[in-house]
Protein backbone atom coordinates (compact mmCIF):
# COMPACT_ATOMS: atom_id res chain seq x y z
CA UNK A 1 0.00 0.00 0.00
CA UNK A 2 1.26 3.30 -0.74
CA UNK A 3 2.26 6.36 1.17
CA UNK A 4 1.50 9.91 2.09
CA UNK A 5 3.04 11.41 -1.09
CA UNK A 6 4.06 14.91 -1.04
CA UNK A 7 5.64 16.76 -3.86
CA UNK A 8 7.77 18.80 -4.65
CA UNK A 9 10.01 17.26 -1.89
CA UNK A 10 12.56 20.87 -1.66
CA UNK A 11 12.12 23.73 -3.33
CA UNK A 12 13.62 27.54 -3.19
CA UNK A 13 11.72 30.72 -3.32
CA UNK A 14 12.47 34.47 -2.76
CA UNK A 15 10.37 36.73 -0.67
CA UNK A 16 7.52 37.72 -2.05
CA UNK A 17 6.87 34.55 -4.08
CA UNK A 18 4.11 32.33 -3.64
CA UNK A 19 4.29 28.13 -3.66
CA UNK A 20 2.14 25.30 -3.85
CA UNK A 21 2.88 21.93 -2.30
CA UNK A 22 1.33 19.17 -3.41
CA UNK A 23 -0.35 15.92 -0.97
CA UNK A 24 -1.73 12.59 -2.24
CA UNK A 25 -3.10 10.74 0.35
CA UNK A 26 -3.17 7.05 1.32
CA UNK A 27 -5.52 5.44 -0.81
CA UNK A 28 -9.31 5.40 0.36
CA UNK A 29 -8.06 8.18 3.31
CA UNK A 30 -10.42 11.33 2.92
CA UNK A 31 -8.85 13.41 5.39
CA UNK A 32 -5.85 15.25 4.86
CA UNK A 33 -4.09 17.66 7.59
CA UNK A 34 -1.07 19.85 7.07
CA UNK A 35 1.11 20.38 9.36
CA UNK A 36 4.46 23.18 9.25
CA UNK A 37 7.37 22.14 11.38
CA UNK A 38 10.40 24.26 12.29
CA UNK A 39 13.33 23.95 14.97
CA UNK A 40 11.79 26.89 16.93
CA UNK A 41 8.08 26.47 17.01
CA UNK A 42 8.00 22.35 16.10
CA UNK A 43 5.00 21.02 15.01
CA UNK A 44 1.86 23.36 13.94
CA UNK A 45 -0.95 22.16 12.78
CA UNK A 46 -2.12 24.28 9.81
CA UNK A 47 -5.43 23.14 8.54
CA UNK A 48 -7.53 19.84 8.18
CA UNK A 49 -9.95 18.85 4.74
CA UNK A 50 -12.66 16.68 4.63
CA UNK A 51 -14.90 15.88 1.68
CA UNK A 52 -13.37 18.85 0.01
CA UNK A 53 -14.04 21.62 2.32
CA UNK A 54 -12.04 22.96 5.23
CA UNK A 55 -12.87 21.33 8.68
CA UNK A 56 -10.66 23.50 11.03
CA UNK A 57 -7.60 25.82 10.47
CA UNK A 58 -4.32 26.46 12.49
CA UNK A 59 -3.29 29.84 13.85
CA UNK A 60 -1.91 31.29 10.40
CA UNK A 61 -2.11 34.33 8.86
CA UNK A 62 -4.41 34.39 5.81
CA UNK A 63 -1.28 33.40 3.28
CA UNK A 64 -1.36 30.45 3.89
CA UNK A 65 -4.45 28.19 2.11
CA UNK A 66 -5.20 24.97 1.27
CA UNK A 67 -7.84 22.94 -1.01
CA UNK A 68 -9.19 19.27 -1.35
CA UNK A 69 -9.62 17.76 -4.53
CA UNK A 70 -12.62 15.20 -5.37
CA UNK A 71 -10.12 12.10 -5.61
CA UNK A 72 -8.85 13.37 -2.27
CA UNK A 73 -5.65 14.96 -3.44
CA UNK A 74 -5.13 17.86 -1.59
CA UNK A 75 -2.56 21.28 -1.93
CA UNK A 76 -1.60 24.27 -0.10
CA UNK A 77 -0.33 27.48 -0.70
CA UNK A 78 1.72 29.90 0.35
CA UNK A 79 1.42 33.87 -1.44
CA UNK A 80 3.46 36.51 -0.08
CA UNK A 81 6.28 34.49 1.04
CA UNK A 82 8.51 35.49 4.10
CA UNK A 83 11.19 34.52 5.50
CA UNK A 84 9.99 32.66 8.57
CA UNK A 85 7.95 30.26 6.25
CA UNK A 86 10.95 28.41 5.96
CA UNK A 87 10.02 24.71 7.01
CA UNK A 88 9.36 21.68 6.46
CA UNK A 89 5.86 21.26 5.47
CA UNK A 90 4.01 17.95 6.18
CA UNK A 91 0.81 16.17 4.74
CA UNK A 92 -0.89 13.61 6.60
CA UNK A 93 -3.96 11.56 5.96
CA UNK A 94 -6.43 9.88 7.70
CA UNK A 95 -9.67 7.55 8.00
CA UNK A 96 -12.44 10.37 9.17
CA UNK A 97 -13.04 8.64 12.67
CA UNK A 98 -13.08 10.62 15.33
CA UNK A 99 -11.20 9.60 18.82
CA UNK A 100 -8.33 8.91 16.95
CA UNK A 101 -4.97 11.28 16.17
CA UNK A 102 -3.14 8.38 14.05
CA UNK A 103 -2.31 10.36 11.59
CA UNK A 104 0.11 8.57 8.47
CA UNK A 105 2.78 11.75 7.52
CA UNK A 106 4.46 11.92 3.89
CA UNK A 107 8.14 12.91 4.22
CA UNK A 108 7.50 16.69 3.72
CA UNK A 109 8.24 19.60 1.28
CA UNK A 110 11.06 21.75 2.37
CA UNK A 111 10.60 25.00 1.44
CA UNK A 112 13.66 27.54 2.07
CA UNK A 113 13.23 31.28 1.53
CA UNK A 114 15.58 33.43 0.52
CA UNK B 1 -4.31 27.01 25.66
CA UNK B 2 -3.40 23.12 25.18
CA UNK B 3 0.52 22.90 26.09
CA UNK B 4 3.07 19.83 25.44
CA UNK B 5 6.26 19.74 27.44
CA UNK B 6 8.84 16.72 26.35
CA UNK B 7 12.12 16.30 28.29
CA UNK B 8 15.13 15.82 28.06
CA UNK B 9 16.01 17.59 24.85
CA UNK B 10 18.11 15.19 23.77
CA UNK B 11 19.45 12.01 25.34
CA UNK B 12 22.28 9.52 24.43
CA UNK B 13 21.92 6.00 25.83
CA UNK B 14 24.73 3.16 25.33
CA UNK B 15 23.10 -0.22 23.43
CA UNK B 16 21.17 -2.02 26.47
CA UNK B 17 21.01 1.04 28.80
CA UNK B 18 16.98 1.44 29.65
CA UNK B 19 15.90 4.67 30.15
CA UNK B 20 12.66 6.99 30.08
CA UNK B 21 11.26 10.66 28.06
CA UNK B 22 9.15 12.26 29.53
CA UNK B 23 5.76 13.83 28.30
CA UNK B 24 4.01 16.73 30.40
CA UNK B 25 0.26 18.19 28.81
CA UNK B 26 -2.01 20.47 30.13
CA UNK B 27 -4.82 20.53 28.11
CA UNK B 28 -8.93 21.17 28.60
CA UNK B 29 -10.25 18.06 28.32
CA UNK B 30 -8.02 15.16 27.20
CA UNK B 31 -9.17 12.74 24.05
CA UNK B 32 -5.78 11.23 23.63
CA UNK B 33 -2.19 11.30 23.90
CA UNK B 34 0.00 10.05 21.47
CA UNK B 35 3.55 9.03 20.52
CA UNK B 36 5.03 9.93 17.31
CA UNK B 37 8.91 8.84 16.03
CA UNK B 38 10.75 10.90 13.28
CA UNK B 39 13.25 9.87 11.77
CA UNK B 40 15.65 12.28 10.14
CA UNK B 41 14.34 13.25 6.70
CA UNK B 42 11.42 11.81 7.37
CA UNK B 43 7.60 12.66 8.17
CA UNK B 44 6.61 11.15 11.90
CA UNK B 45 5.48 7.77 12.18
CA UNK B 46 2.44 6.75 14.44
CA UNK B 47 3.51 4.49 17.47
CA UNK B 48 0.62 4.60 20.05
CA UNK B 49 -2.58 6.12 21.31
CA UNK B 50 -3.29 6.52 25.27
CA UNK B 51 -6.90 7.35 26.22
CA UNK B 52 -7.81 7.07 29.97
CA UNK B 53 -4.60 7.20 33.27
CA UNK B 54 -3.54 4.05 34.01
CA UNK B 55 -3.56 3.21 30.14
CA UNK B 56 0.09 1.08 28.92
CA UNK B 57 0.60 -0.22 25.39
CA UNK B 58 3.87 -1.79 24.43
CA UNK B 59 5.38 -2.33 20.96
CA UNK B 60 8.65 -4.27 21.05
CA UNK B 61 11.25 -2.26 22.99
CA UNK B 62 9.02 0.44 23.90
CA UNK B 63 6.59 1.44 26.50
CA UNK B 64 4.00 4.02 26.99
CA UNK B 65 2.34 4.97 29.71
CA UNK B 66 -0.08 7.50 30.76
CA UNK B 67 -0.96 9.27 34.02
CA UNK B 68 -3.45 12.35 34.64
CA UNK B 69 -0.59 15.36 34.07
CA UNK B 70 1.95 12.85 32.17
CA UNK B 71 2.96 10.26 30.23
CA UNK B 72 6.20 8.28 29.57
CA UNK B 73 7.94 6.35 26.73
CA UNK B 74 9.81 3.42 28.66
CA UNK B 75 12.84 1.97 26.37
CA UNK B 76 13.82 -1.20 27.22
CA UNK B 77 17.62 -2.51 25.85
CA UNK B 78 17.76 0.16 23.22
CA UNK B 79 19.21 -0.49 19.98
CA UNK B 80 20.93 1.67 17.43
CA UNK B 81 17.99 1.14 15.45
CA UNK B 82 16.10 3.22 17.91
CA UNK B 83 17.68 6.33 17.38
CA UNK B 84 15.23 9.00 16.21
CA UNK B 85 13.45 11.06 17.39
CA UNK B 86 10.05 11.10 19.86
CA UNK B 87 7.13 13.05 19.83
CA UNK B 88 4.63 13.59 22.37
CA UNK B 89 0.74 15.03 20.96
CA UNK B 90 -2.09 15.74 22.91
CA UNK B 91 -5.59 15.99 21.15
CA UNK B 92 -8.52 17.65 23.31
CA UNK B 93 -11.78 17.06 23.24
CA UNK B 94 -12.82 19.74 21.76
CA UNK B 95 -11.43 20.51 18.10
CA UNK B 96 -10.86 18.50 15.08
CA UNK B 97 -9.19 14.80 15.53
CA UNK B 98 -6.42 15.64 13.26
CA UNK B 99 -5.90 18.93 15.59
CA UNK B 100 -2.98 17.47 17.53
CA UNK B 101 -0.62 19.55 19.87
CA UNK B 102 2.36 18.02 19.59
CA UNK B 103 5.81 18.55 22.24
CA UNK B 104 9.15 19.65 20.30
CA UNK B 105 10.56 16.31 21.06
CA UNK B 106 12.98 14.39 22.79
CA UNK B 107 16.20 12.94 20.29
CA UNK B 108 17.55 9.82 21.05
CA UNK B 109 20.28 8.56 20.11
CA UNK B 110 21.20 5.26 20.84
CA UNK B 111 25.48 4.00 20.94
CA UNK B 112 26.36 0.57 20.04
Known amino acids: KAGVTQTPRYLIKTRGQQVTLSCSPI?????VSWYQQTPGQGLQFLFE???????NKGNFPGRFSGRQFSNSRSEMNVSTLELGDSALYLC?????????????FGEGSRLTVL | EDQVTQSPEALRLQEGESSSLNCSYT??????LFWYRQDPGKGPEFLFT???AGEEKEKERLKATLTKKESFLHITAPKPEDSATYLC?????????????FGSGTQLTVLP
Open chain 1, 92 to 104: ASSLHRENTGELF
Open chain 1, 27 to 31: SGHRS
Open chain 1, 49 to 55: YFSETQR
Open chain 2, 27 to 32: VSGLRG
Open chain 2, 50 to 52: LYS
Open chain 2, 89 to 101: AVLPVSGSARQLT
